[in-house]
């Protein structure tokens, strides 16, 4: 199974990128964030042209989260609880050759003095417990996305400097840390421990010519999944092209 995540900034921008990466790497799952639309005005039949289901939910302008696949999810589960969840446009399960695959937009936080990063904090504390009710940790499952957080200094550029940034302040990284522990471990970096390789740069002061980046979107799986990760790389082309995501695209292969 190849399996991808893409932080879009927005599907209707950037749907020739998906589209062509989808023709060139025909991953089985391909999970988007930031799709800022509205459900009725999600492509879908553009991602049916190219072979794919799509499950999605969006909101105009902000957040939203879809996942592609080439068959037919078994389950689909929106939102962080049963019922109405207005945290359903952030966190997306479907259900894939019986792996639970959990596609998230964490918050970003805005500042570290700011309700925003205190809703951070304490959604990382949420979806601890969504796993817990959802999730079991001996069984194959993914949890990938956006996670807005850089859990090492060799995630993100000058680390000495970013102390007081919502995606690496001390208390975020413990919080990341704490979901993590559930039972998941992040493929890229078991492939590739020594490597200094971000995910996301911004677009200002030439940040992705100079490498000014942060590592800021994860695959990561259960213990007996992970053994199974034969690959985990960042395909930078999707960066490069003229009216590109801040983001890339992150993707992995499960034997």
């Known amino acids: 199974m190849k ?22 790497h025909q991953p089985d799952v391909f999970c988007l964030q930031e799709t800022k639309v509205q459900d009725q005005d999600f492509p879908l039949e553009e991602i049916r042209a190219a072979g ?4 999605f ?5 902000y957040n939203g989260v879809a996942t592609l696949t080439r068959e037919l999810p078994e389950s689909v589960f929106h ?3 049963d019922g109405p969840d207005n945290e359903d446009v952030r966190i997306l399960q479907t259900v894939v ?4 695959i959990v596609n998230s937009y964490v918050p970003q936080g805005n500042s570290i003095t700011s309700e925003k990063y205190a809703f951070k904090l304490e959604w990382f504390r949420r979806i601890r417990q969504y796993f ?3 999730l079991t940790p001996g069984a194959p499952a993914i949890w990938l996305g956006d996670l807005n957080i ?8 000058h680390p000495e400097k970013r102390g007081n940034d919502t995606d690496f302040h001390i208390d975020a990284r413990e919080a990341f840390k704490a979901a993590a522990s559930w039972g998941f471990v992040d493929v890229f970096r078991q492939l590739h421990p020594d490597r200094v390789q971000f995910t996301y740069w911004d677009y200002f002061r030439n940040a992705l010519e100079r490498n000014f980046g942060w590592r800021i979107d994860h695959i990561l799986a259960t213990p007996s999944l992970a053994q199974k990760c034969i690959a985990a790389e960042v395909d930078m082309a999707p960066r490069r092209v003229e ?9 992995a292969e499960f034997k």
């Open 132 to 134: 817990d009710a959802r």
């Open 52 to 55: 794919y289901h799509a499950t």
């Open 79 to 81: 939102g962080l609880h």
């Open 57 to 61: 939910r969006g909101m105009k302008g």
């Open 97 to 100: 050759h019986g792996i639970p």
């Open 150 to 157: 850089a859990p090492e200094p060799i995630d993100v550029y």
């Open 243 to 251: 009216g590109s995501s801040d983001h890339t695209v992150l993707w």
């Open 3 to 24: 399996i991808a995540t893409y932080n879009v900034n927005s599907i209707r921008r950037r749907l020739p990128i998906v589209l062509d990466w989808l023709a060139l």
